[in-house]
Nanobody
Framework: QVQLVESGGGLVQPGGSLRLACAASGSIFSIYVMGWYRQAPGKQRELVAVTTKGGSTDYADSVKGRFTIGRDNAKNTVYLQMNSLKPEDTAVYYC????????WGQGTQVTVSS
C-alpha cells in the first residue's frame, strides 16, 4: 500500500508562489503516473497536473502556464511549483496516482488571499 504525505501549503497573497511536495512510500512510485489534485470547499476533487514515469506532464486548463509538476523517482517525491496564484486556487491539495490509489494523504491547505 502506498502512503502519501503532502507538505508545503500555506497562506499567500494573490500573485505569489508556493512549492508543494509529496513523499510517497513504496516502489510503485517510480513506475506510476502521479498527479496533484485539489478540492475547494463545496466542490469535487479535481486533477490539476500529472507526470508520467518518464517526466511527461499535462495540466488542467485552469492552471496551465502557472503550475509546474515534477518528480524525483530516486526520492519517491513529486512536486508542484505554483506561480501567479489566484484566490480561486484556494483548496486542499493532494497527490496520488492517476488513476488514484485506494488511500489518500492528509493533503496540504493552500489559501490565496490578500
Amino acid at each position: 500500500q502506498v502512503q502519501l504525505v503532502e507538505s508545503g501549503g500555506g497562506l499567500v497573497q494573490p500573485g505569489g508562489s508556493l512549492r508543494l511536495a509529496c513523499a510517497a512510500s513504496g516502489s510503485i512510485f517510480s513506475i506510476y503516473v502521479m498527479g496533484w489534485y485539489r478540492q475547494a470547499p463545496g466542490k469535487q476533487r479535481e486533477l490539476v497536473a500529472v507526470t508520467t514515469k518518464g517526466g511527461s506532464t499535462d495540466y488542467a486548463d485552469s492552471v496551465k502556464g502557472r503550475f509546474t509538476i515534477g518528480r524525483d523517482n530516486a526520492k519517491n517525491t513529486v512536486y508542484l511549483q505554483m506561480n501567479s496564484l489566484k484566490p480561486e486556487d484556494t483548496a486542499v491539495y493532494y497527490c496520488n496516482g492517476a488513476p488514484p490509489f485506494d488511500s489518500w494523504g492528509q493533503g496540504t491547505q493552500v489559501t490565496v488571499s490578500s
